[in-house]
């Protein structure tokens, strides 16, 4: 990539950055019409995607953010905990599940630091994870919750959609599978003690990448 391409694509990607930390703040009540505006209608469906991955057992759902997602598993008899920073995006998941007559579990805190004990979960699942995905206390706290034959389901590292114009016009930012970031990321888990497996999940209308990261037991 020429080097001006990669510094405006840069500095989109911390723009990108900045905009979700004001979403997942004072503009949480404004976050599922923008995620529905910038995935041209996509989101809920992009995130249910991530469903059939899932192994039997407890699933933990990382920055749930309005809870939509949480949601739809507590519909579908799921055992299901999530776990979110932002208090707005709390009160927005819990208006919703109010409104719904639903009681989910919804824990404010860090993935850097979970409040659960080893091996917990079967399952954990991120869509569209904002940068503490990268983080090295993350990876750690994940493994540990993790069963040892536990999975993690990522969603939203990366997206090809089939129309050329609406992959011009996201692919700044949802980017897709062939980058670089997602290499990096799946060697810093194979050094935190996962397997990774990347999926190119191909339906009419776009190409989702979804990488799972199960326990490395040869390590």
């Given amino acids: 990539m020429p080097k001006n391409q990669n510094f405006f694509q840069e500095n989109l990607i911390k723009a990108y950055l900045k905009a979700t930390d004001w979403l997942y703040g004072p503009l949480a009540w404004a976050y599922d019409l923008v995620a529905w505006l910038v995935s041209f209608g996509y989101w809920s469906r992009l995130r249910r995607d991530a469903l059939a991955f899932l192994t039997p057992g407890k699933i933990l759902e990382t920055g749930f953010g309005t809870g939509s997602l949480m949601i739809e598993m507590k519909r579908r008899g799921l055992d299901v905990t999530g776990i979110d920073t932002s208090w707005q995006m709390q009160w927005v998941t819990g208006r919703k599940s109010l409104h ?58 990366g997206l090809r959609f089939k129309s050329r114009v609406k992959q011009f016009l996201a692919g700044w930012f949802l980017g897709d599978w062939e980058n670089t970031w997602i290499k990096s990321f799946t060697d810093r888990a194979e050094q935190a003690g996962f397997a990774p497996r990347l999926i190119l999940y191909e339906t009419d209308a776009y190409v989702l990448p979804i990488l799972m990261l199960e326990k490395n037991h040869e390590n």
């Fill in 100 to 157: 719904q007559d639903l009681a989910l579990r919804q824990i404010c805190g860090r993935v850097q630091s979970l409040p659960f004990s080893q091996s917990m979960f079967s399952n954990v699942l991120s869509t569209f994870p904002t940068n503490y995905i990268t983080d090295p206390d993350t990876l750690a706290e994940i493994c540990r919750v993790l069963t040892p034959a536990g999975r993690w389901v990522i969603v939203g590292l």
